[in-house]
């Protein structure tokens, strides 16, 4: 599931305790957890509104790393726009700085191979970053695609009590989900996707050979934050040829669960950029980061 194949743009900073200015408004930070050295690319708008902001997790996919999602996703343009901190953390690989992935149950490559620790990882980059930005630790929001997708699903069953909302592209819930609490999810996907599949089981592309995955279907993931969240109203907001929106709402909490399909689509992030060049045509109906940011704005843990 490798999309995001290029060298990465991320140095690591001679100090390893604190974020490093690489220009204006970017930033890599590096510090040590469970005797490895992890990174991370930090965007910070220019100008900023008064007071603390929100702050958006972006997770690349298998294969990528933090520029890679930067880049897709756009999100820093959003961000700029918007007035919210964007951070693109780095996982785990054999090559350090790219061909990196996530451990987020049964995908992918390195991080699942070594059982890395990851959602400690993000725990801790979650509390690490307010302690040196003015950020709201009620509207932390994470987001990803692709593996980057599958780990987000991980972090909002085991990170519930620190997180405010999920929104997954490409994504597929391959782990046990115990939530602490309710949590607002909003999922993106394809029916054409190969990697990922819409319908669940095996992918019919896969580049983490070494794994033999089954995905759960999306379906059955939505049902599952439905009951969880106890949403007891859904109704179909748009049907057309390219694009289905379903909407259930009355959760508890307000936590709402939205489900944007798009028909004939594949592997990808709408409306981005090709995550290597032979990935799949991000040309959309939809720009995804838009649409998660207009679903985050409204949600914030109690």
Same mark, same amino acid.
């Given at each position: ?18 974020p ?10 590096? *510090? ?10 930090? $965007?910070?708008? =220019? ?21 890679? #999602?930067?880049?897709?996703?756009? @999100?820093?343009?959003?961000? =700029? ?16 700085r ?18 890395? #620790? ?6 801790a ?9 003015a ?9 990803? @695609? ?19 909302a999920? #929104?997954?592209?490409?994504?597929? @819930? ?32 896969? #580049? ?11 379906? =059955? ?13 859904? *109704? ?11 909407e259930?709402t ?5 936590a ?10 594949? $592997? ?30 409204? $949600?914030?843990?109690?």
């Open positions: 599931m490798i999309h995001g194949y290029e060298p990465a743009c991320i140095f690591l900073a001679i100090a390893l305790s604190l490093v200015a690489t220009q204006a408004a970017d930033h890599t930070g590096v *510090f040590d957890h469970e005797d490895r050295q992890r990174t991370y690319l930090l $965007h910070i708008p =220019d100008s900023l509104p008064p007071g603390k902001r929100p702050l958006v997790l972006v997770m690349h996919g298998g294969g990528g790393n933090a520029a890679t #999602a930067s880049r897709m996703s756009g @999100m820093n343009a959003v961000a =700029d726009r918007e007035g919210f901190l964007v951070v693109y953390p780095n996982g785990s690989g054999r090559f350090k790219t061909l990196l992935t996530w451990n987020a149950g049964n995908c992918c490559g390195y991080a699942l191979d070594r059982q890395i #620790a990851d959602v400690d990882f993000i725990r980059l979650i509390e690490r970053l307010p302690l040196y930005y950020i709201d630790t009620k509207r932390v929001y994470v987001s990803g @695609m692709s593996n980057g997708g599958m780990m987000s699903y991980r972090l909002g069953c085991e990170l519930s009590d620190r997180i405010a999920v #929104a997954v592209i490409a994504g597929a @819930m391959n782990v046990a989900c115990t939530p602490g609490t309710v949590l607002p999810v909003l999922a993106v996907h394809g029916t054409a996707d190969e990697h990922v599949r819409y319908s669940g089981g095996k992918p019919i592309r896969n #580049a983490d050979c070494r794994h033999d995955r089954t995905d759960r279907a999306l379906t =059955d993931t939505m049902d599952f934050w439905v009951r969880h969240n106890g949403c007891t109203r859904h *109704f179909r907001q748009v049907e057309d040829a390219s694009l289905s929106i379903d259930w009355d959760c508890n909490g307000g709402e669960v939205v489900l944007y399909t798009l028909k004939g689509f594949g $592997h990808a992030w709408p409306g981005g950029q090709r995550g290597w060049r032979r990935g799949d045509d991000p040309d959309s109906v939809i720009q995804a980061s838009e649409v998660i940011w207009a679903f985050f704005k409204h $949600h914030s843990r109690p």
